[in-house]
């Protein structure tokens, strides 16, 4: 009878008479299946993002509801989970769009993902909000080691400007901890391996107390030292040493974390030196440690910003010399169509491969996947013609029995993607009344 | 190259009413987008609170009319947006308004009026959708017109920091009926209110014989055929609040001294012949199409993601 | 160029947001400078009967000209100019006066086809409104503006850290990229500070502390790592070249051994094998491969050296230089034949081995022996910090700094180690971390101070060496003399001598010309089969090579245009077809053909200004007016994605005829009349820099006409034509310059200081060195003001 009322929901008000469904929000309390209760597993929030838009016509199953036959071709990598996966359409990022601000819809998509509201037009002055995973790792994340995980496998760009006039710090991240403070993602594995396992591996328990009283003091000396500094600074300067301030005080956190739970996790690798050239092998290092972090429970938030937005890379992995954005401005031309659906493709080969992983590793009598939330997704949908509406977003993953897969679900038109952050975070334990430019929440996510 | 506080697109348009219930609100959205055709103001948003999908469809059904259905530009509503529509409210009956022009058939057996509004997901959450719309309008230079209840701007004014973005893009709101116009100041609307005057509906009312001869120039005209459902000489209140919101500066209008936030609108009877005239020429103007901004026609017509994959 | 405060204020909520985001960034100064002279030549004439008014000069020509199309009607491309008539608004509106002098005097407006007012007519327009903003700006008080305090960035870091205690440490390999701002990674607003950077600063000053002090101790045995083709762990960069990342784990001497399968003929000379760490040529030796003689199963030899590596992440390239027989080869399952070519294909290390090489930086910090007391120790911290702060230091920096190495005796370490953790400390603190200048009342917007010699001396030293003072500098400023007369002078000149002024051109060229960007571009090795690691490098030593000369040789920036001359190898100048240079050494070339002149004809920039498989006139002519001319096109307006070439170029015709098609399109044409013209006078150049006649089947076509009328045939008729644009170019260049020598965006105020030095540059024959030596006098690099307490604008 549930299922009717989801059907309703679609199919309400054709003609005259047909009964009303009240828009359902999701009955589940957020105490509930808060990740903070104890013994329970927790759940993992993790949010995916691929550059330039996606190939719609190869992205949307052909119907609204439970999948029927073949998935459409950039979601075949996936079949082995098409139970596991629920695609979400019409969700609809609003501060994408130009507002006013002219040219730079990557540099503005980009920026208003996560933090839902409309990125500063700026090289410099930038201004966003702080992300959904930020309120997160804010709220819950403080019972991990690290409360929020930035990964990423592209370099920054380094000379020129972005996106007409859009810092790069809107396209070369993903997370903001602050309106002002963007989180740049780890590219290196190696600086990944050593941020999650320590670079001192090697020491023994003595030696690694000591570093860490080392560390402290070292930490209160400078401390002392900035405060004085800051009484005869400028506002500006000001504000920059307390970013600094803010920052020791986090890593200060991190040593008290480590020392509580000083158990050494293994990483179940070597340790990677530097970026591997081959593409696939990049992602699936930083994914299998990311796979580690959330099995260890070292985090439980984390965004991966797969290559930078508007990026030209080019994919000879494939036998596309093209750079990614020319061609996504295809025209509608065929080849060049082809030539993105492909990359669209070979980003979620990787991406399934990672999945399985996470399905393959059993947590209590459900699996890690079973207890997380993978958001597939992009900023844009059309990249030809930078649409800002109807986003290519993917949910993979049970969030703890409180997902169910297996379906396309289409929300009313222009129903703002914030809305399904607002309803991520519920199941964090991190239930806010507002975020972003969201209406309220998504509905039906959990019932079939 | 755009300059300072100049260059400003024309007045945007937020319309909302409860479509279907009087024909009244057809002729006035009409004269709304003959407005448009002179680049008096935009469209930005139309909006339903009739909570009934056939209300959404007209209103769609008429955006494309005007933005020259032959080329069924995707962009006819407010440009980008989809019709808003209220879908928590009791369900509302369909009216012959509404049925009548819907149900037109071409000679081959299709639709007279194309529309993709076939279920609820192919419309937008009314309040939402204003508030965007308002969202990309530059300050003081956004007018509301809500024909109707106030069902939906009540829900606007209910999201968070709506009313300072009101405050900063409404330049006024303009009301058909005196009671949405106390229930908006009551929940806080803040920006200026004015409410029209139950006389203005009547004193000057818009002639059936107008489908003999104005509207008889069209082949097929949505308005023309919700007129044509019951022909009659309707109070034009609705088309006064539309026209006041886009030219506050008509002699034919005066304001009463404010109550509270709320002005009254009245009419010089002087002016009513004149006022009349307006209505009809701007209500039976010729669609003018638009085209999208430079955009290889290739890409609308088989733009990927519009109109979603429906079962 | 300019920070565009509008842009910001859209964003901020209330008032703002009714003014109109302007697409267009500020125009550039190019309309002041001349205003100065021809605004002399006003007063001159003022003398006479009459004297120019806004009704005789300005208003005849707007009305006639402009208001046709830019009325209250038709607004066309929304721009209406009626307010405008009337003169008030010269001054009320200068942005936008502005934009309408700069279209006039360019002869982009009124656009062809309309009758063009006389040149009489615009110069009077154009004397008359600058003349009052010269009146204006005459009673503005000069503003020296800000500096954010600057983080070091990753390459002041290195820089820094090697000027210290000399070690090699890279953190451009270990710590986060830095945000950019303006185009460079210097500006103090952007450089951020995320908690994993003060994780990396954490552990890096464990490392180089201990580095310095060659505190940990080699392992007993040495270690041994093997790449090899077998096991994939070298990459093939092409037939000559294998490369490998390497951790090296402590500064030492290693056994390298090189793997060289295979045998050439009979008769094959020796070919010269090089050996690169992260670019840099470490190794070089000749080759035998001819066969050996020996009997081997399979032809294999290997070739063994000894040398010093300092630890870190290293990308290790081995590689035949200039070896062109591989290129006689077709597939390349014959060039990997050990039957056929020699070959490489393993990178072996071995080591650490206890090093001969001095620890430099041991010695440095230790100036005393520690063991004899807490004197030395305080001698050695008061020493090493003064140095690290770029101050002299206090008793309160210093007691802590003791504090520490108290506290690793308490833990039962030697003195060393103690010093070792108070050096950590220094590391991390923020007189380090930081550039922070002081000012006598920082939250007093008005109050100008000159920054002190000291801050003087930091802002000198990382301007011109991206790195910190040295000893003869820091003590100049410590005693008060930098700023006595010549010093500074003579200063500038003994750095821009010093090696360490190469920063110069790795920073400021390489990001002001892009070049950095070599690194991520990828052109397709399909259409461009000679592109490799050694192309690039070569292409990266060209322009850096060139940029140097002009800067150290104090050459004419006209060079930069139209140099008649430039740095090849043997590589590149065959690349460029330039016949009797050989062997991999950079040397000066003087340019007989006109094929190539100043840098628009450099591989490097025509690289970085093209797509993978194919150029694009759209980035090259954007290049051209942002870096050369310093008038970035405006970005397309709303929604509309950039002119698509890949579509055209996907498409029959020639890239140029697809795209005039594209351009009928008014809306487009508008900016890409200008970027297209300059774009298309360098097809001639290929994806990577290659001199072409045609493209594919099509003739290139590179003809062209600017704004101002005059029309070229060829990139060197170009060139002569931007050669007009002296002032334009000479403004972007300093405009560029000075916001990397400051850390900041530039803004309103600095424009006198822009024109000054434009000036002074046209009037002695644009000098390169006058360039810099301005800008170090210039009153924002010698000066500083308050800040008023700013309310954090809402959106």
């Not at chain 3, 704004?707 to 002296?726: C, H, I, V, W, Y």
């Amino acid at each position: 009878m549930i299922t009717k009322k989801t059907l309703s929901r679609r199919t309400m008000l054709r003609g005259a008479g047909a009964a009303i469904a009240l828009p359902m929000f999701d009955a589940m309390a957020p105490a509930m299946n808060s990740s903070s209760i104890p013994g329970k597993a927790p759940i993992r929030m993790a949010f995916t993002y691929v550059p330039n838009g996606l190939d719609m016509r190869h992205w949307t199953p052909k119907q609204d509801g439970a999948f029927v036959g073949e998935l459409p071709k950039i979601l075949k990598p996936m079949e082995s989970m098409r139970q596991d996966m629920t695609i979400l359409s019409n969700l609809t990022q609003n501060n994408g769009r130009a507002l006013l601000d002219g040219a730079g819809d990557h540099g503005r998509c980009c920026g208003a993902y996560l933090t839902g509201v409309q990125p500063r037009k700026s090289f410099v002055d930038i201004k966003a909000g702080i992300s959904c995973d930020q309120i997160v790792a804010n709220q819950v994340g403080g019972q991990n080691r690290f409360p929020s995980l930035e990964v990423g496998l592209e370099d920054a760009r380094q000379a020129g400007d972005c996106d007409s006039g859009y810092s790069c710090a809107y396209t070369n991240n993903l997370a903001w901890r602050s309106e002002t403070q963007p989180l740049p993602p780890v590219l290196d594995p190696r600086a990944l391996f050593e941020r999650l396992f320590g670079k001192g591996a090697a020491l023994n328990p003595e030696e690694r107390a000591r570093q860490t009283k080392y560390r402290r003091s070292i930490l209160d000396f400078v401390t002392a030292d900035t405060r004085k500094l800051q009484g005869d600074l400028g506002p500006t300067d000001r504000r920059k040493l307390d970013e600094y301030l803010s920052s020791i005080r986090e890593i200060e956190r991190q040593l008290e974390k480590a020392e509580k739970d000083n158990a050494q996790v293994n990483p179940g690798m070597p340790k990677p030196y530097g970026v591997p050239a081959d593409f696939a092998e990049h992602f699936k290092l930083m994914t299998d440690m990311i796979t580690v972090a959330f099995q260890a429970d070292m985090s439980r938030v984390v965004t991966f910003l797969v290559t930078r937005e508007g990026t030209s890379r080019p994919y000879r992995e494939i036998g596309i010399p093209d750079g990614h954005h020319p061609l996504t401005h295809h025209q509608n031309k065929q080849e060049l169509l082809d030539k993105v659906t492909r990359i669209n493709e070979y980003h979620m080969v990787q991406f399934a491969k990672w999945m399985e992983k996470l399905k393959s590793i059993k947590e209590g009598d459900s699996t890690i996947l079973g207890n997380s939330m993978i958001v597939y997704g992009a900023g844009l949908s059309d990249g030809n013609r930078h649409t800002h509406e109807n986003l290519p977003v993917m949910i993979v993953g049970g969030g703890g029995n409180t997902i169910k897969g297996g379906r396309r679900i289409t929300y009313r038109k222009e129903t703002p993607i914030s809305n399904l952050y607002l309803s991520m975070m519920d199941r964090m334990g991190v239930r806010i009344e507002h975020f972003g430019d969201a209406t309220g929440r998504i509905d039906g996510l959990n019932l079939a | 190259m755009q300059f300072r506080g100049q260059g400003k697109p024309s007045l945007g348009v937020v319309f909302d009413s409860d479509m279907g219930s009087r024909v009244e609100t057809a002729l006035a959205l009409s004269v709304l987008y003959g407005l448009d055709g002179k680049n008096e103001c935009r469209v930005v948003s139309i909006s339903s609170s009739r909570t009934s999908l056939l209300s959404a469809a007209y209103c769609e059904v008429v955006g494309r009319f005007y933005a020259g259905a032959v080329s069924g530009a995707i962009f006819s509503i407010g440009r980008t947006l989809p019709v808003g529509l209220a879908a928590d409210g009791k369900i509302a009956g369909d009216t012959p308004i509404l049925t009548g022009p819907l149900s037109l058939k071409k000679p081959d057996g299709s639709p007279t009026y194309e529309h993709g509004i076939d279920e609820l997901i192919d419309t937008a959450e009314a309040h939402g959708l204003i508030r965007n719309a308002l969202t990309a309008q530059h300050d003081q230079n956004a007018a509301v017109v809500l024909a109707g209840p106030a069902t939906n701007l009540l829900k606007v004014l209910s999201l968070p920091g709506s009313k300072a973005l009101i405050a900063a893009k409404v330049k006024h709101l303009v009301c058909s009926t005196p009671l949405a116009a106390k229930e908006l100041e009551a929940a806080g609307w803040p920006s200026p209110i004015v409410s029209v005057s139950p006389s203005v509906g009547s004193a000057v009312l818009f002639p059936a014989a107008t489908l003999e001869k104005e509207f008889a120039a069209f082949p097929a005209h949505p308005v023309a055929d919700a007129f044509r459902v019951q022909p009659h000489d309707a109070p034009t209140g609705e088309l006064a609040a539309v026209l006041y919101a886009v030219r506050p500066a008509d002699k034919a209008f005066a304001l009463s001294e404010s109550v509270g936030k709320i002005r009254q609108l009245l009419l010089e009877t002087a002016e009513k012949e004149r006022l009349l005239a307006a209505y009809i020429e701007l209500a039976t103007a010729k669609p003018v199409v638009r085209q999208p901004r430079f955009r290889p026609p290739a890409v609308d017509a088989k733009k990927p993601d519009v109109p979603p994959a429906k079962p | 160029m300019w920070s565009d405060r509008r842009r910001n204020v859209t964003s901020t909520g209330g008032a703002a947001l009714n003014t109109i985001v302007v697409y267009m960034p500020i125009v550039s100064l190019r309309s002041v400078a001349k205003a100065v002279l021809s605004a002399c030549a006003a007063l001159l004439a003022a003398q006479g009967p009459a004297k120019p008014t806004f009704d005789h000069s300005v208003q005849p020509l707007l009305t006639k000209s402009c208001l046709s199309c830019h009325n209250d009607r038709l607004q066309s491309g929304s721009v209406n100019l009626a307010p405008f008539v009337n003169p008030a608004t010269v001054l009320a509106n200068r942005e936008d006066w502005e934009k309408v002098v700069q279209k006039v005097r360019s002869g982009e407006m009124p656009p062809k086809g309309l009758p063009r007012p006389s040149i009489e007519q615009i110069g009077a327009f154009t004397v008359f409104i600058e003349s009052e903003w010269e009146r204006a700006d005459k009673n503005i008080k000069p503003d020296p503006g800000r500096v954010t305090a600057r983080r070091l960035n990753r390459i002041e870091y290195t820089n820094t850290i090697r000027d210290l205690l000399s070690v090699d440490f890279r953190a451009e390999k270990d710590f986060p990229t830095d945000d950019s701002g303006y185009g460079f990674d210097n500006i103090g607003d952007v450089l951020t500070i995320s908690p994993i950077l003060m994780q990396k600063y954490l552990e890096a000053a464990e490392t180089i502390s201990s580095r310095a002090l060659g505190a940990d101790p080699l392992p007993a045995k040495p270690v041994e790592f093997e790449y090899h083709s077998k096991t994939k762990s070298v990459r093939r960069l092409d037939r000559s070249n294998i490369e490998a990342t390497h951790r090296v784990d402590w500064d030492g001497e290693y056994e390298v051994t090189i793997g060289l399968p295979g045998e050439r003929a009979k008769d094959a000379l020796p070919v010269e094998m090089g050996f690169w760490m992260d670019g840099k040529l470490i190794d070089r030796r000749m080759v035998e491969t001819k066969p050996s003689g020996l009997v081997y199963f399979n032809p294999y030899s290997e070739e063994h050296f000894r040398i010093f590596l300092p630890e870190g992440d290293h990308v290790f390239r081995a590689g035949f230089i200039g070896d062109e027989f591989v290129k006689t080869f077709g597939a390349d399952k014959e060039a990997f034949s050990d039957k056929r070519n020699k070959f490489l294909n393993m990178i072996k290390f071995i080591g650490p081995y206890p090093t001969k090489v001095e620890r430099v930086g041991r010695k440095r910090v230790l100036v005393c022996d520690p063991n004899t007391g807490a004197a030395c120790v305080t001698k050695i911290l008061t020493a090493l910090t003064r140095r690290a702060y770029r101050r002299p230091v206090t008793r309160a920096d210093i007691a802590p700094l003791e504090g520490f190495v108290t506290m690793a005796r308490k833990e039962g370490q030697t003195v060393e180690q103690g010093i070792q953790l108070a050096i950590q400390a220094v590391l991390v603190s923020p007189h380090f971390l930081f550039r922070i200048e002081k000012h006598p009342s920082p939250n007093d917007p008005l109050r100008v101070a000159k920054v002190s010699d000291l801050e003087l001396a930091s802002r000198l030293s990382y301007f011109l060496w991206s790195g910190m003072p040295d000893d003869e500098l820091l003590a100049l400023a410590e005693g008060g003399k930098l700023r006595s007369p010549g010093v500074l002078e003579a200063q500038v000149k003994r750095l821009l001598a010093d090696n360490r002024s190469a920063a110069l051109a790795d920073n400021f060229a390489g990001q002001w010309l892009e070049i950095r960007n070599l690194d991520s571009v990828k052109p397709d090795p399909q259409k461009f089969p000679e592109w490799g690691p050694e192309l690039r490098d070569a292409m990266r030593a060209e322009t850096r090579l060139f940029f140097e000369n002009v800067l150290r040789e104090n050459r004419p920036l006209t060079e930069f245009i139209n140099g008649r001359y430039t740095f090849l190898n043997e590589m590149l100048a065959k690349h460029y077809g330039i016949p009797g240079v050989s062997g991999p050494d950079f040397r000066r070339v003087e340019l007989t053909t006109d094929q190539r002149g100043g840098i628009l004809s450099h591989a490097s920039i025509l690289t970085v200004s093209s797509y993978p498989t194919r150029t694009s006139p759209v980035i090259r002519g954007k290049y051209v007016l942002q870096n050369m001319l310093g008038a970035p096109p405006p970005a397309p307006p709303p929604d509309v994605p950039p002119l698509d070439e890949s579509a055209a170029a996907a498409s029959v015709g020639s890239l140029r005829q697809q795209m005039e098609k594209h351009r009928t399109n008014a809306v487009c044409a508008s900016c890409h009349n200008r970027m297209d013209t300059l774009g298309f006078g360098l097809e001639n150049y290929d994806g990577t820099g290659k001199w072409r006649a045609k493209d594919g089947k099509f003739d290139i076509d590179v003809s062209g006409t600017m704004p101002n009328g005059k029309s070229f045939q060829t990139p060197a008729e170009m060139r002569t034509l931007l050669l007009d644009q002296m002032p334009e170019f000479t403004r972007c260049i300093t405009e560029k310059m000075l916001t990397y020598a400051l850390g900041r965006g530039l803004e309103r105020y600095d424009r006198r200081t822009v024109e000054a030095i434009g000036k002074k540059l046209a009037a002695n024959g644009y000098p390169f060195q006058l360039l810099v030596n301005e800008i170090v006098q210039s009153l924002p690099f010698q000066m500083r003001r308050g800040e008023a307490p700013k309310q954090v604008a809402q959106r």
